[in-house]
Every structure is written in C-alpha cells, then in structure tokens.
C-alpha cells in the first residue's frame, strides 16, 4: 500500500512539473455561459440581465490588471442595476464576482479565464502585453463571426 501512494505522489508531482514548466502563452477561444454560478435572468420578473454578464466573459477571459478587474466588476454591478433597478441584486452578483473570480482559484470563471491556469507565465494580474491584446482581439472578431447570436441571444 505505501509503495502506490509513493508511485502516485510521484506521478502527481511529475504531471504537476509538465503543466508549471510549459511556456503555452496562447489565449483559448472565448466562450461564454452567461452568469455562471447565478441565473441569466429572472424567474419571476422579466428582467434579464445576461448581456451584462456577457460583457463582463469578455473582459474576464482576457483578464489583465487588479484595476480593470475591478472596473469590469464595477460595469457588471452598473449593468445590472441600470437593467433591474435592483440595488440589492446588482450588490450580490458584484460581491459573488469579487469574492469567486479571483484569478487564484482553479476554476471555469476566474479572472484571466481565458489563459492556462498553470502551463503559462503571465502573473494572474499582469498586464497583457501589444501581442496579448492583439491575439484577444482576433478571438473576440473570431467569436463574433461564428457566432451570430451571443450566449445570451441563443438562450
């Protein structure tokens, strides 16, 4: 029994060395799924505020700064309220974006989103460089042309 948990922390620890030493600096496509973790819209109301959520993928995805976070938070929590009139609504979803984006969290929805969580070199709030802006903004027209209607419109 010792000699597996030895053979696996080896694996684990090898695979772990292959994804930190990887130099893959190429952002992956956009994608969108609206409001993540928290409805699209409402379920008693009609007031949908998924293009706000939209709006805050694209800028998640490509992540950058603690500043432009924080903006993009700010827009989201703006958007929100400006389509609800739901002050309370707009402070939730711009707490839970907070709290759950952090770039620091392995997850699906994290600030810098868009950027290999371990095999790549970029700080989790480094600015992104002419090259980086540039590749953001092929993907995003990409994104545009194959998809007519955004994650929003297609829901």
């Known amino acids: ?70 903006l993009a938070d700010r827009k989201l929590k703006q958007c929100v309220f400006k389509k609800t009139q739901d002050e309370s609504l707009a402070k939730v979803m711009y707490e839970g974006v907070r709290f759950g984006g952090s770039p620091y969290f392995y997850n699906w929805y994290r600030w810098g989103y868009g950027w290999s969580y371990l095999g790549n070199h970029r700080g989790k709030y480094d600015a992104l460089t002419e090259d980086e802006q540039q590749q953001a903004k092929k993907l995003i027209e990409q994104y545009l042309v194959n998809n007519q209607k955004n994650y929003c419109q297609a829901h």
């Not at 893959?24 to 928290?38: K, M, R, W």
């Not at 505020?49 to 603690?66: N, R, S, V």
């Open 1 to 70: 029994m010792k000699n597996k948990i030895s053979t696996y922390s080896v694996y684990f620890f090898f695979c772990i060395a292959i994804f930190s030493c990887s130099n893959d600096v190429e952002l992956s496509p956009f994608t969108s799924d609206g409001c993540s973790l928290f409805p699209d819209s409402s379920l008693i109301t009609n007031d949908d505020w998924c293009e706000c959520c939209f709006q805050h993928d694209l800028a998640y995805w490509k992540g950058g700064t603690e500043e432009e976070r924080e």
